[in-house]
């Protein structure tokens, strides 16, 4: 019985101390991003539902060690020009310029997920099912990601984001302790990332951002 116990106890505890390997990743993207980040990206541009976790893991994350290949200031330029008519009630021609657009930036950066909602919402607006559908699943698929990365309830197991917008997406989405003026401060650890600890009450919740390697680069 006591046997018992112990293996329960093992398994039970390597799903919840899980961890996403950051430095495994960046390893494996920096050093063969053909392999660990463009093949996995070139199915999840076409048939995302077929990817397994892990393999979402190395786009999802491994997105923060290749080179964009542009300035991501005028990528979210570009960017505001088309989420401004994505909520509107414009015509058909309209839709179609705009999504011409909208693919153009999606060839440059098929992860933002602003740009995939973007997509999928066009898409909807002139009843294309296929490719809503190919651009939800898409979007579903990179917050399932996050959600997967850990349990949110330790500081041995935070959940794992890239950026700040998608941090306070898992705290208002995964956290169920999202409320106004709820508590919190922030770590930085020694690898540079930092760990934010939630608090609303006696509840904690704690998410840990990976900052993209040039999050800091003037790129002017």
Do not use: C
């Not at 003026?181 to 020694?190: E, M, S």
């Amino acid at each position: 019985m006591r046997k018992i116990t112990f293996v329960l106890f093992v398994m039970v505890s390597s799903l919840y101390f899980s961890q996403i390997n950051i430095e495994e990743i960046k390893k494996n993207v920096t050093e063969d991003p053909q392999k660990y980040y463009y093949e996995y990206l070139k199915i999840f541009k076409t048939a995302p539902k077929t990817l397994n976790q892990e393999q979402l893991n190395y786009i999802y994350y491994g997105n923060n060690y290749i080179d964009y290949g542009y300035k991501r200031s005028e990528f979210n330029k570009e960017l505001d020009e088309i989420t401004k008519f994505t909520n509107r009630k414009i015509s058909f021609k309209k839709i179609s310029e705009i999504l011409e657009k909208a693919k153009l930036l999606y060839e440059q950066n098929p992860l933002n997920k602003e740009l995939i909602r973007d997509l999928y919402v066009l898409y909807r607006k002139i009843d294309n099912s296929k490719d809503s559908d190919l651009y939800f699943y898409q979007y579903e698929l990179l917050y399932e990601t996050i959600k997967n990365s850990g349990t949110g309830k330790l500081d041995t197991s935070p959940l794992v984001v890239t950026s700040f917008s998608d941090k306070f997406y898992a705290v208002e989405n995964f956290s169920g302790i999202f409320s106004q003026g709820i508590d919190f401060k922030t770590k930085v650890l020694p690898d540079g990332s930092w760990l934010d600890i939630f608090k609303n009450g006696i509840d904690l919740f704690f998410v840990k951002t990976v900052h993209h390697k040039d999050m800091y680069k003037d790129d002017k």
